[in-house]
């Protein structure tokens, strides 16, 4: 068993919280350790619409999380520009709106509510409405514009680790936390096992962080004390292009499926909210009253939905926290939620941070950080809502891809877009590296080589999250062989291409037969044909 | 238009059964919503005098007393094309011999039988490599090859290839089969 101490700080999840502690701690100077028994993004983190949330949403019932939104949103506008669409969005008032009390009368209290969390929201004319946004419902009555966005949240997450490492962070994937280093009442770190060789280690340091999501709940009992989580999952539908191009919303009380998010080449219809046991949250699925809800709803906001190839489903789980002194957990609480759990359990060197949201990791982290550096007794000031994310040095992939290489290639461009700067580190330097091997997202050999060997990259899944390899129109049917042999390569295990070719479709079978029907069925059938016909026991362990 | 047969789908089942009863003195037509008829399968078929209606549909159908009377297509609506015998073979979900939505599965031509779970949660096997159920599902058929609507058998019109319940090529190689009930189709008519 190998035994290490020397880190001031270790954090456990590499979610997008996780990422963004480890970044401003090491940032701040501090010797940090990420560990993530997954891969990075894995959970909640890669499951959400990937919205760049304005705060209107929140803005009439929690003017709270209203505010913090709308700064956290000006601040990843800046800090990560490569990761940001700057979409605008719609709050749309139906006609059925009305009947339910959220008419017009409701726009007023709503746009009132977001100038005074300081959002920009502007009533505009339904035709102006529909001249901006063309596939939104044309029978709208009222429309509100503010500054929402999309946010890719695999590429923000990515660039939070990379910049972690560039500041001295260690970073530890398929790494599981298997129990803590007490001493008495004091946390002194963590005993952890890799999933892939099943090796076992032990690493020190005065302050450990749990960030890790709903999972934190298990981590918390695991270091003894007791955080009253509650998993709420959240189904997801994506379509098989970018149907719109500004984010619809429906202006009324935050309800199931009306929010409408386009990303990158795709629309995101979301979301639901069901509370699940925690055995559930490792093995989600989406339910076909899940599927109804969310299309029936879709409709309302953009009509062409109904027609459209649905591409898959997925879920992921909020890691909702209750309020410390109401014990029935009915208050619970969106907001952020930072536990010393020296003041609050008597366990030292151990602080967790949790609930919260996408949109607000950055201030999380923030919180988080202060609260290790007050342990440590360091005055080093937070710079991350200043400091721009590697990869968002430079704004606009034009100018990036354009100073790389003069005329740029699809494939190039399609890099520069997912990484910014950092896609200088890209090595064009043979015609194959420049060969597309997936045509619906533009990824490039060069991509996948610079993605395994300076971004954390196992499996297939994880090259997905890094790279969007095998998430566009044809779920990976023409590329996934192509990819999974490259990866293999990379790895320099080229005999572990089949097995890696053959979890990948399993994955996305699965997000696949929750909607399988009409033009998605057509695809899954055609999809078992290109990889079963006349060799049925190709993909048998 | 009148001809002896009419087939409906020029993939390799359609394109065989048009082949081997061209060969045979029969008149026959083809319609396929492909761009082109079926490679080799075909080649030789328009020479001997068949007909093909490429990148075409049928829109409507005339069905009297369990047989069909005639099809009308897209592209050629104001002419009736009336035959004898009708074959389809307009395969499975991909190429849209079958047509699925949330909750049923139907044929959407002449609204056949068609054998389905009503279940949908039970159309897909857990793991992709596994045997996936919805590739069973298809029209039914009598032992002369003919499917039914609403239970009562269409005299004149025979079904061959993966738009039958049972028959796929995707899992496991059914060629032969495909082959074997595409020449029983052509005996049968031929003795008729």
Redesign the interface.
Known sequence: MNNHQDFDVIVIGGGITGAGTARDCSMRGLKVLLIERHDIANGATGRNHGLLHSGARYAVKDAESAEECIKENQILRKIASHCVDDTQGLFITLPEDADTGYGLDYQKTFVEACLKSGISAKVIDPKDAIRMEPSVNPTLIGAVQVPDGSVDPFRLCSSNVVDAQLHGAKVLTYTEVTGFLKNGDTIEGVKVRNAITGEEAEYRAPVTVNAAGIWGHNIAQMAGVNIGMYPAKGALLVFAHRVNNVVINRCRKSADGDILVPGDSVTVIGTTSTKVPFEECDHMHVTPEEVDLLLREGCALCPSLATTRILRAYAGVRPLVAADDDPTGRSISRGIVCLDHETRDGVKGFISITGGKLMTYRLMAEIATDAVCKKLNSSAQCQTATTPLPGSETSGVKEVSKKLWGSATQGQKAAAGRLGSRAAEVEFSSPEDKQLVCECENVTLAEIKYAVKHLNVNTMEDLRRRTRVGMGTCQGTFCIHKAAKALAIAKGEPESADKLAADFLDERWKGMKAVGWGDTLREMEFMQKVYKAGKPDTYKD | MKFDVIIIGGGHAGSRVACGLQDSGLKCAVITSGRSIHGTTLAGFEKKGGIVFADDQITNTCIQDSKIVCVRTEKIGQIALEAEHYVIATG???S?GL????KKVWEPIFGLDVEYNED??A??AE???DH?P??DFGVKVDESCRPSIEGKTVKNLYAVGEILAGVS?????DLAAVDAGADKVIDIIKAQ
């Open positions: 499975k979900f991909f849209k047509v699925a939505d949330m949908r949660s159309w897909y793991s992709f490599a996936q919805f590739l090529c995707a899992e496991k190689d």
